[in-house]
Each structure stands twice: as structure tokens, then as C-alpha cells.
């Protein structure tokens, strides 16, 4: 039987009159990778700061790991790791420091904390880099010193935030693969990231939009049941095409790929090559196509942002 190890209901956030989280239902089972999608200022921090305790919740109701927060939040602390958007560790101490720092805020022994710091430099890679200043390390290393920190006290639970924002493809690759090993050792995962990619690795997703979730499935479910037709179009002169198609309501979003325009029609329209072909606008030599949905097309579709 599956447990669910974050479960999240009916949550508000307030920031005065703003309201940053909007009525936010969640069920996040162990072991899962599960991500965070959604433009900026969404709510993706505030809702992972309410998951960590360390911000209160205007109303709605969250257990984590059986506890109830945030009335519970100081029992939960050894049990969570969280690696926030900014590096917040001590660019004026080295890799070492930094990580006796975090070892001291738990309860290890001497012998105990050197060897989970030993342990985690290996792990990540930086046991070259012991006794350099985090200042001086590149953004791939300073992300693997974090997430050296965040998994000190092995959390069950890791919260990551953006935590490949300033990291090269290969080093995002290795990253996401410790996050794999992670997750295969029981440890679940709740990522944000505006990557694609990233978001299609993901176990599940839950797409915000405003502080409301507009989605929460499988990468392949999300796709499966997106509500809209994609149709790629192709052909010379296509460039005024996408603003043409901008001003017809039953047309979500024209986008231009490389030499094609992958445009997102409603679904409700039930012949979408029928009905972009017949458009005063639309050129008979182009070719269109009925292609399947990416993940990046139900982001699109779900938050409006064709539309921006
Ligand atoms: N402490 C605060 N006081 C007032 N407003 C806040 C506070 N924290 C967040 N907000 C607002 O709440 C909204 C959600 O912010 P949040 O940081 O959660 O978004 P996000 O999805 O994490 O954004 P990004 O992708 O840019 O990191 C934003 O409008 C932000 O300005």
C-alpha cells in the first residue's frame, strides 16, 4: 500500500490583501520525485515554506510525515531537508566548515559527524575541494555543496527549490540523477524547477498558476488529458501567421519552433486541421499536422502564458 507523506488540504496563504496560495490540495506519496511547475511568483516558495513549517498557513490543514503543521514543526525539523532558491551557506567558510556547521545543528558525536561529512564529500564529489571557500566554487559545486547540506541528517523528506537555476545540462543531469538514487532509498522528493525536462522526470507534477493548481498527474497523464489540439504548421512565410492567429478565441497559444508554429487550438473544436485550414489567413502550400502534446504545451495551456 502506498503512504502518503505529505498531505496538504484546502490551503490559503495571505500576504495582506494577496492571496499567494489558493485553496492548494496535496498528497504526495514516499519515495516519489514530485514537482513544483509554475511561472513566477506563483506561489511555489510560499507553498514549500508553509510544507517545511517554517511559514503558517492563513487557513487549510498539512501533515507531514504523520505531524500535524505547524503545530508540530519543531519535531519535524530532523526529519526534513530543505535546499532554498538562494545559496545560503558561508561563502567566507570552506566546503568543510560549511558542512561542520550543518552537522553541528544535529545531534551527531564527534566521530559520527566526521564521518557523515567525509560520507557526503565523496558522495557529491568535493572531497577535493574540502578546503576551499564556497565563494570560489562554481555554481554546479556550490549546488552539490547544498544539497550536501540539506541531506545531512538523511531527511525522509527533501524539499528542493530551484535548485538547478545556475547549473550547466551535464551537471543538471548528474543532479538529477542523486535525486534518483535518493528517491530509490525511500527518500521523497518535492522539487521545483521551471525546466521542462526536469519537470518530465518528475514522478508527478502539480502545475500552479496564481496560487491555484491547474494540474497534478503523471507527466504522461498530464499530457494524455490536456485540453487542447496541438497542430504544428509549416511552410514559407509563417511569420505574421502567428499573430493572425493570436486574435482567434478557440486558438490558446502560436509559438514559433525552429522553422514551424506549434499552435495550441481548444479542445471543444473538434476538426482543429479543418479548422485552421479554412482561416482567410492561413496559406494553402503550408503543411499542418496534428502532433501528440509535450509537457511544455500543458504548461502553456494550463497558466496562459501562450497568451502573454
Ligand atoms: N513574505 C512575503 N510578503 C509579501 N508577499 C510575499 C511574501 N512572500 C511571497 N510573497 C508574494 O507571494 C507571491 C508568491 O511568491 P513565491 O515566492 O511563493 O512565488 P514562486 O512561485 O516561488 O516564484 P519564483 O518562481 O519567482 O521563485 C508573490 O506575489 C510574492 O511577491
Redesign the pocket.
Known amino acids: 500500500m502506498t503512504q502518503c507523506v505529505i498531505k496538504a488540504t484546502q490551503l490559503d496563504k495571505y500576504?495582506?490583501d494577496?492571496k499567494?496560495i489558493d485553496q492548494l490540495d496535496l498528497a504526495v506519496e514516499k519515495g516519489q520525485i514530485y514537482g513544483f511547475l509554475?511561472?513566477?511568483?506563483?506561489?511555489?516558495?510560499?507553498?514549500i515554506?508553509m510544507l517545511t513549517g517554517l511559514l503558517q498557513p492563513t487557513n487549510g490543514h498539512i501533515e507531514v510525515l504523520g505531524l500535524q503543521l505547524p503545530r508540530d514543526a519543531e519535531q519535524l525539523r530532523t526529519k526534513l531537508g530543505y535546499m532554498t532558491?538562494k545559496f545560503s551557506l558561508y561563502g567566507d567558510l570552506t566546503v568543510y566548515e560549511n558542512l561542520n556547521f550543518i552537522a553541528s545543528l544535529y545531534s551527531f558525536s564527534s566521530a559520527e559527524r566526521r564521518t557523515r561529512i567525509d560520507e557526503l564529500l565523496h558522495l557529491y564529489g568535493l572531497d577535493e575541494r574540502a578546503t576551499q571557500l564556497a565563494a570560489s566554487m562554481s555554481g554546479g559545486q556550490r549546488q552539490r555543496l547544498s544539497l550536501a547540506a540539506a541531506v545531512m541528517n538523511k531527511p525522509q523528506i527533501l524539499f528542493l527549490?530551484?535548485p538547478t537555476s545556475a547549473v550547466d545540462p551535464q551537471n543538471r543531469r548528474d543532479f538529477w540523477e542523486t535525486l534518483f538514487d535518493l528517491s530509490s532509498t525511500g527518500t521523497t522528493i518535492l522539487v521545483?524547477t521551471?525546466y521542462m525536462d526536469e519537470a518530465e522526470r518528475c514522478h508527478k507534477l502539480a502545475i500552479?498558476e496564481a496560487?491555484v493548481k491547474r494540474a497534478d498527474g503523471t507527466p504522461k497523464q498530464l499530457m494524455a488529458d490536456m485540453d487542447a489540439h496541438v497542430i504544428e504548421v509549416s511552410g514559407a512565410q509563417t511569420r505574421q501567421l502567428k499573430s493572425d492567429l493570436a486574435n482567434l478565441p478557440e486558438v490558446l497559444s502560436a509559438t514559433q519552433l525552429g522553422a514551424q508554429l506549434r499552435v495550441l487550438v481548444r479542445k471543444d473544436i473538434s476538426q482543429p486541421l479543418e479548422f485552421l485550414r479554412t482561416q482567410k489567413f492561413v496559406n494553402r502550400d503550408w503543411q499542418l499536422h496534428q502532433v501528440r502534446p509535450s509537457l511544455e504545451d500543458v504548461f502553456v495551456t494550463c497558466t496562459g502564458q501562450g497568451r502573454q
Open positions: 500576504f495582506g494577496l499567494a509554475g511561472p513566477n511568483g506563483c506561489g511555489k516558495t510560499t507553498a515554506r532558491q527549490d530551484e521545483t521551471h500552479l496560487g
